[in-house]
Structures are given as C-alpha cells and as structure tokens.
C-alpha cells in the first residue's frame, strides 16, 4: 500500500501565520520589533556612513539621494546615526531589562518563600513601584552620576519590583502545589526546590511581562539622554540626538522629526506587539 | 468612614519617614565632599572647615540623620548648594506650577480619555472603534518630549501662535498640557473601552435593555457607573505621574516649576535641594494614593472601612 506523502507547513510557521490571522496588529508590531533588532545587530553593516563622522560641508543637508535621511549641525550623516542610535537603545534596554529580571525574580522568590523575609521585601517592592520610574531612575543618577552604566543601573532599579511582585505572587501558588510538598518530603534544600522546581513553573508570566517592559526602557533611555543624564553625545543615541535639535529647527527640521519617529515606531511596535502576545497566551482577555 | 481614612492617613507616614531616610543615607553615597561642593571648588581648606561645622557635617552620620529628621518635622529641608536658598522656599515658589499643570492635564485627560473610550466600546469593531484603538496606541507610545518638541516646531516656530516658554498667561498653559496629557488620554481610553465593554455583557445591563430603556439611559444609568471603579484608579495614577511626567514637560517648555527645578539640581549635583523635590514628589505620591483610595471607597459600595 502506498502512502500518499502530505506536505505540511512546520508547526512554528502555522503558528505564526495563524497569529498573524488573528492579530493583525501584532504582527505588524513584531515585524517593527523584528527589524529593529536586525538593525541594531547588524548596524555595522547596514548603516550608509560612520555616524561620527563630521563634516561641516554637509552640515544641515536636507534627506535626498546621497543622505537619505539628511545631516546635523556637525555634518553626521541622520540615517547613520539613527541605525547606531538603535543598537545603543537596544543594548540599554536589554541589559537593563536582564539585570532586573535577575534581582527582582530573586527577590520575589525569596520573599515567597521565607515568611519572615516576606514584609520587608515585598513592602519595599511596593514603595519603589509607587513613584513613577523617571523619578526613581533621576534619584539614582543623581547619586551615581549620568553615563551609560549608571543608566543601566537606574532603569534595572526601576524594574526590580516590577517583576519580584510577579514571581512573588506566582511562587505563593506554586508552592502549595503537591509536587513541592512531595520534594519538601524527600528532603530537599531550600536552594535546590528553588532552582529545580520553583523557578521553571514560574518563568512564563516573567516573559510576557518582559515584552512589556522593553518599550518602557527605551523609552526612559531616550527621556533620560534628552535631559542630558543619560547617554552623552558624541554617542549616537535617540534621545540626546533631539536633545539641541529645536536650536536647528528652522533650517532643518528633520532632526527634530526622524529620532522621535524612529523611538515612536519602535515603541509601538514594542506595544502592539506585546499586547497581541499577552492576549493570545490569556483567553480571557479576548473579549476585552 | 473617618476611622478608615484616620487609619490611612496614620498609614502614610511610615512611608514618608521610610523615603526620607532612604533619600538621606544614599545621598550619603555620593563620592566628593558636600562641604566643598557649597564653599566652592577655590576655597581654602579653613573656609571649607568652617563650612563643613555650620552644615554640621564634622557630625558622626546618626547625629546628622537625627538632626535632619528634626528639621525636616519642621519643615526645613536645607539650604541649596548652588545659590544658598532656603530649599522650602525654592519649593513654595514652584510647586503651586507644577499641581496647577498636573491638575489641569488630569482633568482635561480624564473627560476626553472617557469621553472617546465610551465612543469605541459603543462602537465596537467598526472602522472608528480600530482607528480609536491605534490612537490610543500610538498615544501610549509616543515620547512625550519629542511631542512637546513638535509642537513647539509646529506653534511656535512655523506658525508663531503659542510662546515656547514660560508660565505667565493661558497660552502657554496649551501646549505643556497637550504634551503632559497625551499618554494619559491613551491609557484612560483604554481602560474606559474595556471596562465598559466588560459590564455591558452583565446580566443587569440587558435586563434595562429588556425593559425597554433608550440607550443613552442604559449606558448613563447602568453601563458607567459601574465601568467607573476601574476609571478612577487609572485617573489617580494619571495625576502621580503627571508629577513624573512634569519633569521632561517642565524641561521643555522652561515651566518654573519642580520637574524642571529636579532636573537643574541633579545636573548641578546640588544635593540639598534634590533630596528636597524628592521628598516633596514622594509625600505628593503618597497622598495622592491615599485619596484614590478614599474615593475608592466611597463610589464602591464593595469595598468595606473596616
């Protein structure tokens, strides 16, 4: 008997192509989020010009053929600078994003897990979340002083909480689960139930949230480098590109237009994208 | 009603008193000497001697955090580094600015922000429910200060319309209060639209529609005042982070207000007056939550005093 061999698309790309169907929108903010980290990774190769290069020739060029996006005050070729403006972005905000994760999923955890710890972690959680991050990110520059790694520090301050209370709240139902009681009953250490069984039953709600906060990086990367307490020129980076743009506004606004454009796309994208995600792994938010 | 709100109210001083000691002890962090950043970077090792004695920083640290908390029961949070003013009185002069734009922005972001978010859940999946629902995600996304910038570029550099700066008459309120208000109409749309969507597909909903009611009457009398909970949460938040979001909009617009005075302070590393602003933006938000909470309580008949 001969079988008949059906071709079938892989189980990845029908997923994709049936996310696709149902949230248009998000996947259009995944394709935003998709080129913009293969810009960034590959800026070396994709960008037209050194972004650091001046020449005060060309300065205030308008976008044409041979600046596709125009040039600054300096000369700096816009296109240039913006795509290596993308790869600081995206390097602030992952690094930033990682560290984190790492320390409030530690702490989230441990609060959970030790009562006694659990006041004085989770209180302090609480308090952090209740101020708006560019204060607490303008607190912590102030005392670190402004530069790329202490704007790490301060956005991945800003994040702590945000994810200890979610591997907080997702440990307390975890751990009354039987298969913990089981391990406790084996006689397991704190430590081990911790990495071996606590941890991999907690880490999905950690990834959606994770897609949620990226945009919310970027975005505080940029607010912080425009007021000058951030990145510092001459790195390219979105927000402190706008930073003296309004000085050349009249003879050429697109640098005050293109980074404001590139940060308000790939936000979105960011957004639409994570929303669409959060959604599709929550059926019950469909119907909102 | 009063035990709660006595009880909250006794609540939010743990968490003043827990700011300030944190705003002191890493402020205490910072490397370089206090006393010679205020005698100045020229002054003699006598001069900044006698500086360090009058800030009483020859003081152990608990001394000093002892007398802090002292002053600052009194209100006095210090004298700035940079021009030696009284920092509370730095403070009264521009505080009174930024509540009056983060009051306003709420406000005007509260009834627009209800008002579409009602049009695109009444209009559920047609065109003007999906144009609504990108606004509002642009909205969500668009960096607040490349908005003021445009604007700015638009009104007053194309057109000569609106003052770029400044706090003196109505005009220049508009702008800063766009800026400030764009990301909060967004989110209060959006919670609006699912809120109301949510209780429109409650059984009590289509019993007023069983009866015969008009639909305005349904979704003024029944759909809204239960949507509302959710509502005022969002709305509250919104007015705290207005007080975030005045620190990038201040800076923009040249507003004289406490955003844009933050922002100065932590460039000039002057220490006093950031830990001033931080304490005033800290006390702000806690008493801020506190009154969400209270109205919290008094439109939901759910949630008990007790």
């Known amino acids: 008997m001969s079988a008949k061999r059906v071709k079938r698309a892989p189980a990845a790309i029908v997923g994709i192509l049936n996310f696709a169907k149902s949230f248009p929108l998000a996947t259009i903010g995944g394709i935003i989020v998709l080129a913009f980290v293969l810009v960034a990774v ?3 190769y994709v960008a037209p010009q050194d972004p650091n290069k001046m020449n005060l020739e060309n300065a205030l060029e308008r976008p044409g053929p041979q600046f596709l996006l125009g040039t600054d005050y300096s000369g700096r070729d816009m296109l240039s600078r913006l795509i290596f403006g993308a790869r600081v972005s995206l390097f602030i905000s992952l690094t930033s994003v990682i560290l984190g994760v790492v320390v409030g999923v530690v702490l989230g955890v441990v609060a959970a897990w030790f009562r006694h710890l659990q006041t004085p972690i989770m209180r302090l959680m609480d308090i952090m979340l209740s101020f708006p991050s560019i204060i607490v990110a303008l607190t912590i520059i102030a005392i670190l002083g402004s530069g790329i790694q202490n704007l790490i520090i301060a956005i991945a301050v800003y994040n702590i909480p945000v994810f200890a209370r979610i591997a907080y709240g997702q440990t307390l139902s975890v751990k009354n689960f039987t298969y913990i009681e089981a391990v406790i009953t084996l006689g397991a250490r704190d430590g081990r139930i911790l990495r071996r069984h606590i941890l991999p039953n907690i880490i999905a709600p950690v990834i959606v949230q994770f897609t949620l906060v990226i945009p919310r990086a970027i975005m505080l990367t940029a607010g912080l480098s425009f007021l000058g307490l951030g990145v510092m020129p001459p790195t390219a980076e979105w927000g402190n590109m706008l930073q003296n743009s309004l000085r050349w506004a009249a003879q050429g606004p697109h640098l005050v237009i293109f980074p404001g454009l590139a940060l308000l796309l790939v936000v979105f994208g960011f957004n639409t994208f994570g929303d669409g995600l959060r959604v599709s792994l929550d059926p019950r938010m469909r119907n909102r | 009603m009063r035990q709660y709100i006595i009880r909250r109210l006794l609540q939010v001083l743990p968490i003043v008193f827990l700011v300030a000691t944190a705003v ?54 210090g004298t700035s580094f940079i021009n030696g003013m009284e920092v509370i009185d730095l403070v009264k002069a521009r505080f009174p600015n930024t509540i009056r734009l983060a009051f306003i922005s709420t406000i005007l972001s509260a009834f627009f922000g209800v008002s579409i978010g009602m049009i695109s859940a009444l209009k559920r999946e047609t065109i003007v429910d999906y144009l609504l629902t990108v606004v509002a995600l642009l909205g969500i996304s668009i960096p607040i200060f490349w908005l003021g910038l445009m604007l700015i570029y638009v009104f007053s550099v194309q057109l000569s319309i609106l003052p770029i700066a400044g706090a003196s008459n109505w005009k220049n309120y508009i ?42 009457r349904v979704v003024f009398r029944h759909v809204l005042p239960n949507a509302l909970i959710p509502i005022v949460t969002v709305v509250g938040l919104q007015f705290g982070y207005m007080l975030g979001g005045s620190i990038i909009t201040e800076t923009i617009f040249s507003w004289p207000g406490m955003g844009r005075m933050l922002v100065v302070a932590v460039n000039q590393r002057d220490v006093m007056v950031v830990q001033g602003v931080l304490i005033v933006f800290a006390t702000s938000f806690v008493l801020v939550n506190l009154i969400v909470d209270i109205v919290y309580a008094l439109i939901d008949p759910k949630i008990s005093y007790s």
Do not use: C, H, N
């Not at chain 2, 360090?52 to 209100?75: A, C, F, H, I, S």
């Not at chain 2, 609006?192 to 969507?197: A, C, E, N, P």
């Open chain 2, 24 to 77: 002191f002890f890493l402020f205490k962090l910072i490397p370089g000497d206090p006393a010679t950043v205020f005698a100045g970077e020229q002054a003699s090792p006598a001069t900044i001697a006698r500086v360090r004695e009058r800030l009483g920083l020859d003081q152990p640290v608990m001394v000093q955090y002892w007398r802090y908390l002292q002053r600052l029961v009194k209100g006095d949070l």
């Open chain 1, 42 to 44: 590959l800026a070396p």
């Open chain 2, 175 to 216: 702008m800063p209060v766009i800026t400030l208000s764009a990301v909060s109409v967004a989110s209060i749309l959006r919670i609006t639209r699912s809120s109301i969507l949510e209780v429109m597909g409650e059984d009590f909903v289509r019993l007023a529609r069983a009866k015969g009611l008009k639909e305005s």
